[in-house]
């Protein structure tokens, strides 16, 4: 495997019972790479997402991020290999702190035991201030530092989708995977969002995978893109390359001959289903 | 961004403040319990001093418990049979024990003299028995949630209690004890009549001690990496392990440590009645610091000890109603339930909640 892929995924996977979610599924995302994944409702993206981190475990297929194989392993060792992730449904701890909230996924990162925990050794107390100071400093990248106090299940939705992000990226992930970070919101916290993603590229160093549903995002801020449909892949390539497609168009219309396809892949994001 | 393991080296505390930071709690722990001992005790008359002791180990057990119930949101309803093992293994240890190296059946020696140690030792064994048992339910825990983990720890409790029931006789006679090794007496734990004639070593000091010595560590524990992993297999399990949490070793975690003070409540336990007796040990008991975690609060430290202190306390209170007291108590509890569902202090601390702040603020200002 080159140097230069931070995940490389070959033919994996899945059905559930008679059902193919996903099959023959393969990519490879370079590094530092916006790699984005698309399809209609029902495509099977979330479940790529699910078996990348180990919810499911792919039938068939290997997962490799650098040098490591990733398939078969349970989630929390992929997410201390170097995947991090956020969720289509928000998964916050709801009734933890935003800042705790954070916490929990910077601590990971902790080596002090149960013992060290509870005599409050000094390599404990330096690590929970590391912690902490690293937390803060994340909740300032996604501007949410003043409501570090809140319940975060009483944040308001476009702060609860920065806080997913914040927590994953406090995990120190070489991988991020985004699963519609932008649904349901606004013009505004739209374009917010849109430059928070390119900026953490550099930033954090992380390569992204990002499932969206806003076809004028995804053909913005990605570099490559996959289209999939009923689990099976259908296109592969640049934005343009996508746009022009007339298998994504099918897929995404039904009609194989539209005249204008750019407007139709914009209406996608009208039918979207959380 | 630096990672965490990059910022640690900056941020090391200074090693003698933190070892004092350390040790202070514990040293305050120990201060406190002494002087409940020894001032608190006998001033408020030998009927409140019981009631004063039932309080502290009910906030042992209930606190131990509310790292399992409360922070990791397992709901573990067989904490009596941690708390049967410990007293087993400690009442083993003093009983046969103060027999074959003391000579007496009795109390042995002064105030941390070699009998009280004895004693001492016999809580820490306890409490590691019990936490041994903790691993094994743990174990066969981890892929149950909810009513079905509920029912396996039921299940645990049972079994440990009916175990209890079937040991041997216990061998009351000094001479029969002596001719024996501490071994080979190790299954002669009275059977269904119960472990009798346990030297009565448990005294406000030691039950206090370990009760604010369980409040230091469960208050670490909560307000620490470790701890905040728990939380977050209460609050999302999925997101949890997404996060790199492992969720199976955190169970476990809280198992063990609950099970650890369970064991040393169920030492202390047996030690006051003298006497141990599966029966009184059995499902009920694991209800009763059930209703007391939830009543507190689940999760909240300082919900414990006010949902202990209360529920011991009422039914004394209500002695005056007769038969009819603990009626009362039953509403009581069916009250607090739809007053306050989440219990009295809800997840939060004391001084977490607004009023705390208030209050605080007014006193601040007042001071300035």
């Known amino acids: 495997m080159s140097a230069n892929i931070a995940l490389s995924i070959q033919n994996i996977s899945i059905a559930f019972g008679g059902l193919k979610a996903v099959s023959e599924f393969s990519m490879e995302l370079p590094r530092g790479c916006l790699y984005g994944l698309i399809g209609p409702n ?33 989630p929390n060792q992929i997410a201390r290999a170097g995947m ?26 902790t080596r002090s035991g149960l013992f060290r925990t509870l005599f409050r050794s000094p390599l404990h107390v330096a690590e929970e201030r590391a912690v902490t100071e690293r937390s803060l400093e994340l909740l300032d990248v996604l501007g949410i530092r003043h409501r570090r106090d809140e319940q975060s299940k009483s944040l308001p939705y476009g702060d609860q989708r920065r806080l997913e992000i914040a927590r994953a990226l406090a ?17 505004q916290e739209k374009m917010e ?28 801020i990605c570099e490559q893109i996959t289209v999939i449909d009923h689990g099976v892949t259908i296109a592969k390539g640049s934005p343009k390359e996508i746009q022009g497609n007339p298998a994504v168009i099918e897929a995404y219309l039904g009609v194989p001959d539209e005249e204008d396809p750019i407007p139709a892949a914009d209406r996608a994001p009208s039918e979207e289903t959380n | 961004m630096k990672s965490v393991q990059e910022r640690v080296a900056a941020l090391r505390p200074n090693p003698a403040v933190s070892i004092g930071q350390s040790i202070v709690p514990f040293v305050v722990a120990i201060a406190l319990a002494f002087l409940i001992d020894k001032f608190v005790g006998p001033a408020i008359g030998a009927t409140w001093a019981k009631i004063l002791l039932d309080v502290g180990i009910a906030i042992l057990l209930a606190g131990s418990l509310n790292v399992v119930n409360g922070y990791a949101g397992q709901f573990s309803i067989g904490h009596a049979g941690f708390m049967l093992v410990g ?16 000579g007496t059946k009795e109390t042995y ?12 030792g016999g809580c820490i064994l306890g409490g590691i028995i019990a936490a041994l048992l903790g691993v094994l339910v743990g174990l066969p825990s981890l892929r149950l949630r909810g009513d079905y983990l509920a ?23 000094m001479k029969v004890i002596k001719e024996q090794t ?23 000091f030691f039950v206090y001690v370990m009760a604010f010595v369980l409040l230091v560590l469960a208050y670490r524990l909560k307000y620490s990496s470790k701890g905040r992993e728990l939380l977050a297999v209460r609050e999302n399990e999925i997101a949890a392990e997404a996060m790199g949490v492992d969720t199976t070793r955190a169970k476990v975690v809280a198992f063990v440590f609950s099970a650890f003070f369970a064991g040393v409540g169920g030492s202390l336990y047996a030690h006051q009645l003298g006497a141990l007796d599966p029966k009184e040990l059995g499902f009920m008991k694991s209800i009763d610091l059930v209703i007391i975690v939830v009543i507190g609060g689940m999760g909240s430290i300082t919900g414990i000890v006010l949902g202990a202190t209360i529920l011991v306390v009422l039914p004394e209170v209500f002695r005056s109603f007769a038969d009819y007291r603990m009626i009362v108590y039953a509403l009581a509890l069916v009250m607090v339930m739809i007053l306050r569902p989440q219990g009295i202090m809800g997840v939060q601390e004391l001084w977490e909640t607004s009023l705390w702040r208030k209050l605080l603020g007014k006193f601040r200002g007042a001071a300035k």
């Open chain 2, 87 to 102: 007293g087993y293994a400690a009442a083993w240890l003093t009983f046969y024990g103060s027999v074959h190296w003391f």
């Open chain 1, 193 to 220: 969002m849109r430059g928070l993603i390119q900026s953490l590229r550099e930033q954090f160093g992380v390569s992204i995978l990002l499932i969206e549903h806003d076809m004028g995002l995804v053909m913005d």
């Open chain 1, 84 to 109: 991090a992730r956020t969720f289509q449904n928000i998964r916050l701890f709801g009734e933890l702190s935003v800042l705790d909230n954070v916490r929990t996924a910077a601590g990971i990162r």
């Open chain 2, 151 to 173: 029912i396996v720890t039921l299940g645990f409790g049972e079994i440990v209690r009916v175990l209890g029931q079937i040991t041997d006789r216990q061998p009351k006679n």
């Open chain 1, 171 to 187: 995990t120190e992930p070489k991988v991020l995977l985004l699963d519609e970070p932008v649904a349901g919101m606004n013009t």
């Open chain 1, 42 to 74: 029902g495509a099977g993206k979330t479940t790529v997402f699910n078996l990348l981190t180990g919810v499911y475990k792919p039938d068939t297929g290997s997962v490799g991020m650098g040098k490591m194989r990733i398939d078969g392993k349970k």
């Open chain 2, 182 to 204: 501490m071994g080979e007496l190790a299954n002669n734990l009275g059977g269904a009549e119960g472990f009798s004639q346990i030297p009565g070593y448990t005294t406000l």
């Open chain 2, 109 to 120: 020696g002064g105030f941390l003299g070699d009998g009280q140690l004895l004693f001492v």
